[in-house]
């Protein structure tokens, strides 16, 4: 009897030893694959902001503005990219706020810029006089990380650490390190100069707060309204990134994590809405075809309740599609409600979704009744170009207000253009060109 019990204690102690060893072995695969993703984060987010230095040098001596207007639609993409990967990385925010407020405001400040010079603006010796600045500290900031990158690797300290708790002298010595890194990188940032510059984008617009009077949500809450809206069955492990009352939009920024996904999420703490969701998974080669992919961000918004979004335009890259969408009433286009969906077009997913423009800016509005007839609009814009039945839409102005317009498609020779006459006034308020591309459509 004792020799069967003592066979059977071995027994269960191998299985047990086993079953340990199993579970080691899948949390060490996991930890690789974090530790990995963590890595390709901050490696592109690396190459972004040395694309970024090396772009703003091209535009210090390019003459031309269609050149320019390339170089700046660039540099927007990578400062928008490299911030999204920065906000990815298991890093104390407090420490990367300058970077990130920096890498934000160069590439509003780009976007501002390209349309400048789409209306024939030449960059004034102020604006010069910035981007060499900026050129400097993009300089700077690359160089350091890039030192920051070969002192990790010589060191041996992998980001992903920094969220493990079994070895919590290590996780302190790297966390340390990495902070100091970083926090002796926003020292020098924070002396960049602060940037001025018409357009919805301008820092003045930004800092505008919602006064608004919804209920406040506390963290719990934005937990629940996380799962909610990505609407799955999944055990997400959560982490609260970060909160903040400051700017425009007071907001929870959630990390949802399964096997499966990482999603982030910044949730309004007034009325508890969705500001913004990342899925930071790696895009394989796109399949789905842009006009499905248009299908499923508008079905993706219908499902999360907003009606009447028309898509304006699009830009694919990477394997996937930005779309733009416009809020639409009494058929006259909205631009300033505006949401930005990203479609991961490999596997015809959503991995992005952003509606601070609508957020900030929507609201019931009292459309006049235009006071010049399409016809007077029509008068205005040049014979030579070939013009196609206008639109009325709602168009943001250089002063913070709106404007409501007549949109031309004019065609003249190989170029587009879309050009406004407001409705009330009959003067010429915009003119934009419509770039057509590949990656898709661009307008500027």
């Not at 592109?44 to 091209?58: A, C, G, H, R, T």
């Not at 990967?85 to 990130?100: A, D, F, G, M, W």
């Not at 508008?298 to 309740?305: A, D, P, V, Y």
Request: aromatic share 8%.
């Amino acid at each position: 009897m004792k020799k069967s019990i003592s066979i059977l204690l071995g027994i269960l102690l191998i299985g047990t030893g086993i079953w340990g060893y199993k579970q080691y072995e899948e949390n060490k695969h996991k930890n690789i694959i974090l530790e990995n993703q963590f890595h390709r984060m901050f490696y592109d987010m690396v190459v972004d902001v040395e694309n970024i230095q090396v772009n703003l040098s091209k535009v210090m001596v390019t003459g031309t503005p269609k050149q320019n207007v390339l170089l700046f639609s660039r540099i927007t993409h990578l400062c928008y990219d490299a911030q999204e990967k920065l906000s990815q990385l298991p890093i104390s925010h407090k420490n990367v706020s300058r970077t990130e407020k920096f890498l934000s405001q160069v590439g509003d400040l780009s976007e501002s810029l390209a349309r400048k010079n789409l209306e024939g603006k030449p960059l004034n010796q102020k604006e010069k006089e910035t981007l060499e600045q900026l050129h400097n500290y993009s300089n700077y900031l690359s160089k350091e990380y890039i030192i920051l990158q070969e002192n990790m690797a010589k060191k041996g300290i992998y980001i992903g650490e920094l969220r493990e708790k079994a070895n919590e002298e290590l996780k302190e010595t790297n966390e340390n390190m990495l902070n100091t890194s970083f926090l002796n990188i926003e020292e020098k940032m924070k002396d960049y100069p602060e940037l001025i510059y018409d357009g919805p984008f301008s820092e003045q617009v930004r800092n505008r707060r919602v006064n608004g009077t919804g209920r406040r949500i506390e963290k719990n809450e934005a937990i629940v309204i996380a799962k909610k809206f990505l609407k799955e069955n999944t055990d997400y492990e959560v982490d609260f990134i970060s909160e903040t009352d400051e700017g425009a939009i007071p907001v929870y920024v959630i990390q949802l994590k399964s096997k499966e996904k990482n999603m982030t999420m910044a949730i309004t703490k007034e009325n508890g809405q969705v500001l913004w969701m990342l899925d930071p998974r790696k895009i394989n080669e796109g399949i789905v075809s842009e006009e499905k992919g248009t299908k499923i961000a508008e079905s993706f918004l219908q499902e999360k309740g907003y009606e009447n979004m028309v898509p304006t335009y699009s830009l694919k890259y990477d394997g996937q599609m930005l779309i733009n969408f416009a809020y639409m009433q009494d058929d006259v286009v909205i631009y300033t409600d505006l949401i930005k969906v990203k479609v991961g077009l490999d596997e015809g997913k959503i991995v992005g979704f952003d509606m601070e423009g609508y957020w900030l800016n929507h609201h019931k509005r009292n459309i006049p009744t235009p006071k010049i007839s399409i016809k007077e609009a029509r008068e205005k814009v040049s014979t030579y170009a070939d013009v196609s039945k206008p639109r009325l839409v709602i168009i943001p102005t250089e002063g913070g207000e709106e404007a409501l317009c007549y949109e031309f498609k004019a065609k003249y020779k190989e170029d587009t253009f879309l050009i406004y006459i407001h409705a009330q006034t009959g003067e010429e308020e915009k003119i934009l060109e419509v770039i057509i591309k590949d990656e898709g459509v661009l307008v500027l």
